[in-house]
């Protein structure tokens, strides 16, 4: 299963609604399909969507026809079309800048089908970093996991959630192949079910041993000892080190902190949003009523009942133990370490 691929200027899509019980691609060969796809959680996972907006900025370039002179505004529509598609996820608007500045670097030439394929090949090279960038997570995490350990994972944030190989699942995979006894417990994640549906079909794909809870016995298995460590991923860190993701993931840093679990956060760097001061002010996604009335189209709830449905939450920073980037484990203080590791 590949989360992107692209093939004959078009962005081929594993749709992950419909997994785990059907493996479905669709081709995404202009902008606006991107943008539904990454909408409609078909792509989702912040490194993923990051790399899907970056193919379907290319996309848009690739499509237009016109005059020369209007390319540019054509352009910034396609840019703003992408990045309103999820708000939360930060590596959506980084993937998109780094994009547009490869335009505007090659503006001077005044050749536009030169930026074109310039901007395919730089989509490309956003995907083939990634999993680059995801590998390095998943070593420097490595270092941190005793020779036996019970692992508590939130959402997903595997290879589903990348271009490949995943980043707190890269972590587990990497050690896993360095030989050590893990075992992880997968949070079933209300409501997209992103753990049950996608951590646990990973993780069994592998051959590395995998337990699935509902989101509500995260608690119990903790006081239980059962859980020697709790490592997820990131939609977006502020300067001061608070990190959105997944809603249900702030629950469970209150829990391991006050069962003495360390909490650990893994991310590539462009997740890290040093424009933004604290937690406070990273825009949390609101998604559709349905998706908490119901269950894989099932209905759970009266129809009409009233409903609440933030896509992430925010854990403080004084919870996180430590953040895993590709340049290395960030401690605490936050707000001196992030600068730092964002410069070297
Ligand atoms: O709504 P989703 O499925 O896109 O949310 C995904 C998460 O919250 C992940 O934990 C996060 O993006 C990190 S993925 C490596």
């Known amino acids: 299963m590949k989360t992107l691929e692209w093939r004959e200027n078009c962005l081929i899509i594993l749709d992950q609604t419909c997994l785990p019980t059907e493996i479905k691609y669709r081709e995404a060969c202009t902008y606006q399909e991107v943008a539904e796809a990454i909408k409609k959680m078909e792509v989702r996972g912040a490194p993923a969507i990051g790399a ?8 848009g370039a690739l499509a237009f026809k016109g005059n020369c002179l209007d390319f540019w505004d054509y352009m910034e529509t396609v840019r703003a079309e992408l990045e309103e598609t999820r708000p ?12 547009q500045n490869r335009m505007y670097e090659m503006k001077k030439e005044w050749d536009i089908d030169k930026i074109k394929e310039a901007l395919v090949e730089e989509a490309k090279a956003i995907a083939v970093e ?27 944030a595997g290879s589903l959630a990348t271009v490949d190989y995943g980043t707190a ?7 896993h192949d360095s030989g050590k006894n893990l075992h992880v417990y997968a949070g079933e994640t209300r409501p997209f079910l992103q753990g049950a549906r996608l951590t646990v079909l990973e993780l069994m794909e592998y051959g590395i041993p995998v337990t699935l809870i509902t989101d509500n016995m995260a608690g119990f298995l903790m006081q239980q000892g059962k859980i020697d460590m709790v490592i997820v991923g990131a939609d977006r860190i502020a300067a001061n080190g608070d990190t959105a993701n997944k809603i249900g993931t702030y629950s469970l840093a209150v829990l391991a902190e006050e069962h003495e679990i360390p909490f650990y956060v893994a991310a590539p760097t462009s997740s890290i949003d040093l424009k933004i001061s604290s937690g406070e002010e990273i825009p ?18 009266p129809e009409t009942a009233k409903v609440y449905n933030p896509a992430f939450d925010i854990t403080p920073a004084k919870y996180i133990h430590g953040i895993i980037t590709e340049k290395g484990i960030i401690h605490p203080p936050y707000s001196v370490n992030l600068v730092k590791i964002l410069v070297k």
Request: include cysteine; charge should be positive; aromatic fraction near 6%.
């Open 169 to 175: 699942l890269g972590i587990v995979r990497s050690a």
């Open 52 to 59: 899907a907006a970056s193919f379907g900025f290319a996309l």
């Open 284 to 301: 949390v996604e609101e998604r559709d009523p349905c998706e908490v009335r119901t269950i894989m189209g099932v209905q759970i709830a």
């Open 130 to 156: 990634d999993v680059r960038i995801n590998r390095k997570i998943g070593e420097y995490g490595n270092t941190l996991l005793p020779d036996k350990v019970n692992i508590l994972t939130h959402c997903n």
């Open 88 to 99: 939360t996820a930060v590596n959506l608007v980084w993937g998109l800048r780094r994009m």
